[in-house]
């Protein structure tokens, strides 16, 4: 599948990057098109500007916290994929993935623009970021069973 139309807006954000840069965040554009095409409860994804950065939700199933694309002030020629700072996503992430990605803090993880992309490791985050909210209501209500 092909990820939609990029809109006028993010269009202009994504040009205001180095040509590495803007290559690696639309490729990674893709990667978040297709990896909630492919995850089951995750539905349409609503494409906006957060913080001057392109930004996708989960807007219609609610299923998962926000992404956003952008660079890393520490290092402006990497790309940065950030989530929200209250979730436990990049914790996981480091746990799970700390030989695939640099991370910045609890709210990035960081991809350098011209290194191979990790391409395995990445959907696994993004569909992670993509179902979180819908993982904590099942694993909520697998509590209240229990209880």
């Not at 590495?20 to 609503?46: C, E, H, K, M, Y």
């Not at 660079?71 to 020629?77: I, V």
């Not at 395995?120 to 697998?142: E, F, I, S, W």
């Amino acid at each position: 599948m092909s990820p939609p139309a990029l809109p006028a807006a993010l269009s202009e954000t994504f040009e205001r990057y180095s040509t590495d840069v803007s290559r690696r965040l639309l490729q990674i554009r893709s990667l978040i098109f297709n990896t909630a095409a492919n995850t089951p409860g995750v539905g349409v994804l609503t494409e906006t500007l957060k913080w001057g950065e392109a930004a996708y939700l989960t807007a219609a199933s609610g299923s998962g916290t926000t992404i956003r694309l952008g660079t890393p002030k520490s290092a402006p020629d990497c790309c940065a994929v950030f989530v929200n700072c209250q979730t436990t996503l990049i914790s996981d992430f480091r746990s799970h993935f700390a030989d695939d990605f640099i991370f910045e803090g609890n709210r990035a993880l960081i991809i350098p623009a011209r290194a191979p992309l990790p391409e395995g490791p990445l959907v696994l985050c993004l569909r992670a970021a993509l179902t979180y909210h819908l993982h904590k209501k099942q694993k909520a209500k697998a509590a209240v069973i229990k209880a």
